[in-house]
């Protein structure tokens, strides 16, 4: 089993970038996908980026391709997401989540199998 602990939120203005960390517990850190999902309020929770067990593949919501950038290091059980142009409507709770699919890059939520209990991210216009 995987424990998951996102950090790096916080109130951005629009433009601005952050990056979100997640720290992993477990040795079988490894043995899963990883993935960042966000959800506004009154919204579904909608896949924001994915990356393969080994980092080498990874997937982008169409909305953040070229401005968001997703990395793991396994040296440091840690997954990033990198977010650069930073936009109002993008304020959510973002979470990150491990995979339980054999796909090697899920996108969808019921894909995944363990889950961070989010951090806030607030874009100011």
């Known amino acids: 089993q995987v424990q998951l602990v996102e950090s790096g939120g916080g109130l951005v203005q629009a433009g601005g970038s952050l990056r979100l960390s997640c720290a992993a517990s477990g040795r079988t850190f490894m043995r899963y996908a990883m993935g960042w999902f966000r959800q506004a309020p009154g919204k579904e929770r909608d896949f924001v980026a994915g990356?393969?067990?080994?980092?080498?593949?990874?997937r982008y919501g169409d909305s953040v391709k070229g401005r968001f950038t997703i990395s793991r290091d396994t040296a440091w059980n840690t997954v990033y997401l990198q977010m650069n142009s930073l936009k109002p409507e993008e304020t959510a709770v973002y979470y990150c989540a491990g995979a339980s699919s054999t796909i090697v890059v899920p996108i969808t939520p019921p894909e995944y199998a363990y889950w961070g209990q989010g951090t806030q991210v607030t874009v100011s216009s």
């Open positions: 990356i393969s067990r080994s980092g080498g593949i990874t």
